[in-house]
């Protein structure tokens, strides 16, 4: 397994979760990381996604201002802090090494996590 996303749970709405993907050194060389989710009966879709050096390259509209990505390169790991948690966040969490193409896109990235749920009760 080159990603394993962890840190996901059930939590009220307005709390906070920090989520965690640890990579095998390759897998995080890839120059873009990125988050996905995928709620119940919905498609996967992008959340956030963030350059070797930390760049922040985009959110979701709807995380932005609550969402944080960042990377820690040295321990290979990858993360996701979630504020002002709503209902609709409910999902399960992927994080992906980018490969080739539209950072939004589930085909760009060609190694994924095995997903963490994130439930937020109202």
């Known amino acids: 397994v080159q990603l394993q996303a962890s840190g996901g749970g059930l939590v009220q709405a307005g709390g906070s979760l920090r989520l965690s993907c640890a990579a095998a050194a390759r897998t995080v060389r890839s120059s873009v990381m990125g988050w996905f989710r995928q709620a119940p009966g919905k498609e996967q879709e992008f959340v956030a996604a963030?350059?070797?050096?930390?760049?922040?390259?985009a959110y979701a509209d709807s995380v932005k201002g609550r969402f944080t990505i960042s990377r820690d390169n040295a321990k290979n790991t990858l993360y996701l802090q979630m504020n002002s948690l709503k209902p609709e966040d409910t999902a399960v969490y992927y994080c992906?090494?980018?490969?080739?193409?539209?950072?939004?896109?589930?085909?760009?990235?060609?190694?994924w996590g095995q997903g963490t749920l994130v439930t937020v009760s109202s």
């Open positions: 963030i350059t070797w050096t930390g760049g922040i390259i």
């Open positions: 992906a090494g980018w490969r080739r193409g539209s950072y939004y896109d589930t085909t760009s990235y060609d190694s």
